[in-house]
């Protein structure tokens, strides 16, 4: 009993002296700033929680987006007993505990159980495995709420007998409102401009836009005039907040990917950007840099892996900060290149032709004939070097007799490429196509001599 008097008393401290977002927890559906895809009128979620027939789902979403009020919500509409879990504390003897009086309330009252399991991406596989019984039968209705991608996350056998909703951010107008409700409730004024800062920079936080507000009241106290100003909130906030969990490392360097290969250097630069100030680890930047100098500019500007593999040895060498400036040299150079993914197609139709079909022998001209007794087999015999033709091209067959004729690589018109193009057409290298077909002298001679290259001719 005591221990009931001392929980009331602590929750009615706590409803005037607790953080100003737990404080301003709404009670109602109706009270809910954002989310009006799930809560709107008619809405999926809405019409299950105010009709008592939510079955077992997963609410993903941001920090502050309402995850844990939803659940609350829940709890006070529901005729089902409401349990509360966090994955963060909560272990397997938790759940069976949880389990056993679910199956004692329904066995004695007929009533069902609703568990909140709050960062519910938090429980290992064995955690999810014990909640998965009683979601199967029905004997427990799971609300799971997470930060990260459940698909990721989530066991699939759990997953897979709850509805995924998704929560976005909050909304710019849907936070104002938001601000403007607790500086009513908390008879405290702020200027327009404080405001819209407040909402611009929470990052679609709720929890932390009244955070941050609750701060700058309190340095505003201490002026005769404590109206909330911009100032203010730009010390209560100190940097803009960057979101940036296991599932946005995943979804923010894919738009970095896709930006630059789309040619925008600006997207390309903020997604850059958004990487660095989360933490990102900068070799991971460096080494997709010089994938997709390969993979997505390739021979239209071979100067870009080039570019790429300099920043990402500057990163080894530099460190950050400075090697900020390399990555973004690299992106900017890679945004700004033509862009042609021949190479990618042409590594992929060489290799399906590898592995799925009888691709014939080396042709014997071409095979080794360096070692005693391959002159026996005729190997080597008939390789024309290409080095004692003048033009430093001779026309034959380097691919194996079953594949003659086959084409891989075709080059697009963009760039370096188009010069590619017109050469492999006439026979004849690209840079000889820039000077204008004549071979340059040394290729005339038959080019520099080398151990490899005397080998070779013999």
Same mark, same amino acid.
């Given at each position: 009993?005591?221990?009931?008097?001392?929980?009331?008393? #602590? $929750?009615? #401290?706590?409803?005037?002296?607790?953080?100003?977002?737990?404080?301003?927890?709404?009670?109602?559906?109706?009270?809910? *700033?954002?989310?009006?895809?799930?809560?709107?009128?008619?809405?999926?979620?809405?019409?299950?929680?105010?009709?008592?027939?939510?079955?077992? *789902?997963?609410?993903?979403g941001?920090?502050?987006?309402?995850?844990?009020?939803?659940?609350?919500?829940?709890?006070?509409?529901?005729?089902?007993?409401?349990?509360?879990?966090?994955?963060?504390?909560?272990?397997? #003897?938790?759940?069976?505990?949880?389990?056993?009086?679910?199956?004692?309330?329904?066995g004695?009252?007929?009533?069902?159980?609703?568990?909140?399991?709050?960062?519910v991406?938090?429980?290992?596989?064995?955690?999810?495995?014990?909640?998965?019984?009683?979601?199967?039968?029905?004997?427990?209705?799971?609300?799971?709420?997470?930060?990260?991608?459940?698909?990721? $996350?989530?066991?699939?056998?759990?997953l897979s007998?709850?509805?995924?909703?998704?929560? !976005?951010?909050?909304?710019?107008?849907?936070?104002?409102?938001?601000? !403007?409700?607790?500086?009513?409730?908390?008879?405290?004024?702020?200027?327009? $401009?404080?405001?819209?800062?407040?909402?611009?920079?929470?990052?679609?936080?709720?929890?932390?836009?009244?955070?941050?507000?609750?701060?700058?009241m309190?340095?505003?106290?201490?002026?005769?005039?404590?109206?909330?100003?911009?100032?203010?909130?730009?010390?209560?906030?100190?940097?803009?907040?960057?979101?940036?969990?296991?599932?946005?490392?995943?979804?923010?360097?894919?738009?970095?990917?896709?930006?630059?290969?789309?040619?925008?250097?600006?997207? #390309?630069?903020?997604?850059?950007?958004?990487?660095?100030?989360?933490? $990102?680890?900068?070799?991971?930047?460096?080494?997709?840099?010089?994938?997709l100098a390969? !993979?997505?500019?390739?021979?239209?500007?071979?100067?870009?892996?080039?570019?790429?593999?300099?920043?990402?040895?500057? *990163? !080894?060498?530099?460190?950050?900060?400075e090697?900020?400036?390399?990555?973004?040299?690299?992106? *900017?150079?890679?945004?700004?290149?033509?862009?042609?993914?021949?190479?990618?197609?042409?590594?992929?139709?060489?290799?399906? &032709?590898?592995?799925?079909?009888?691709?014939?022998?080396?042709?014997?001209?071409?095979?080794?004939?360096?070692?005693?007794?391959?002159?026996?087999?005729?190997?080597?015999?008939?390789?024309?070097?290409?080095?004692?033709?003048?033009?430093g091209?001779?026309?034959?067959?380097?691919?194996?007799?079953?594949?003659?004729?086959?084409?891989?690589?075709?080059?697009?018109?963009?760039?370096?490429?188009?010069?590619?193009? @017109?050469a492999?057409?006439?026979?004849?290298?690209?840079?000889?196509?820039? &000077?204008?077909g004549?071979?340059?002298?040394?290729?005339?001679?038959?080019?520099?001599a @080398?151990?490899?290259?005397?080998?070779?001719?013999?």
């Open positions: 009993m005591s221990d009931d008097l001392f929980g009331v008393a #602590a $929750e009615a #401290a706590l409803s005037t002296s607790g953080p100003l977002a737990a404080r301003l927890r709404p009670t109602t559906l109706d009270d809910v *700033v954002g989310q009006d895809h799930l809560l709107g009128p008619d809405r999926p979620l809405r019409r299950l929680i105010e009709a008592d027939r939510l079955s077992s *789902v997963i609410l993903w941001p920090p502050g987006t309402g995850k844990t009020t939803i659940a609350q919500l829940c709890a006070h509409t529901t005729a089902k007993h409401f349990e509360q879990l966090s994955a963060v504390t909560a272990s397997v #003897a938790d759940v069976r505990a949880v389990l056993a009086g679910a199956r004692q309330r329904l004695e009252r007929g009533q069902g159980t609703i568990l909140f399991l709050d960062e991406h938090r429980f290992n596989k064995a955690q999810q495995d014990a909640l998965l019984p009683g979601v199967e039968s029905g004997l427990l209705v799971l609300v799971g709420a997470t930060t990260e991608n459940p698909h990721f $996350e989530v066991n699939p056998p759990l007998r709850s509805t995924l909703f998704r929560l !976005e951010p909050i909304t710019e107008p849907a936070l104002r409102r938001l601000l !403007e409700r607790a500086l009513e409730v908390e008879r405290a004024s702020a200027t327009p $401009e404080a405001v819209e800062l407040l909402a611009a920079r929470a990052g679609g936080d709720g929890r932390r836009a009244l955070g941050s507000l609750e701060v700058a309190a340095l505003a106290s201490a002026r005769p005039d404590p109206t909330v100003v911009a100032d203010d909130v730009d010390q209560a906030l100190g940097t803009a907040s960057v979101r940036y969990g296991s599932d946005d490392h995943y979804d923010v360097v894919s738009a970095f990917i896709k930006s630059i290969r789309g040619s925008d250097v600006d997207a #390309a630069l903020h997604w850059l950007a958004r990487m660095l100030e989360a933490g $990102e680890d900068p070799r991971f930047i460096a080494r997709r840099l010089v994938i390969s !993979e997505d500019v390739g021979m239209a500007d071979s100067m870009s892996l080039v570019v790429a593999d300099a920043a990402a040895r500057a *990163v !080894e060498f530099v460190g950050l900060p090697a900020r400036l390399n990555l973004a040299h690299a992106t *900017v150079h890679l945004a700004t290149a033509p862009k042609s993914n021949r190479v990618t197609v042409a590594l992929g139709a060489a290799t399906a &032709d590898v592995r799925q079909r009888s691709v014939g022998e080396v042709p014997a001209h071409l095979r080794d004939g360096h070692y005693q007794g391959a002159a026996a087999l005729g190997h080597g015999r008939g390789y024309r070097y290409p080095h004692d033709d003048p033009s091209w001779v026309d034959q067959q380097y691919l194996p007799d079953v594949l003659v004729g086959q084409r891989y690589y075709e080059p697009s018109p963009h760039g370096d490429e188009a010069l590619l193009s @017109s492999r057409r006439q026979g004849t290298s690209a840079r000889q196509r820039r &000077d204008g004549r071979p340059r002298d040394d290729d005339a001679r038959g080019g520099p @080398s151990p490899e290259g005397i080998e070779e001719r013999s």
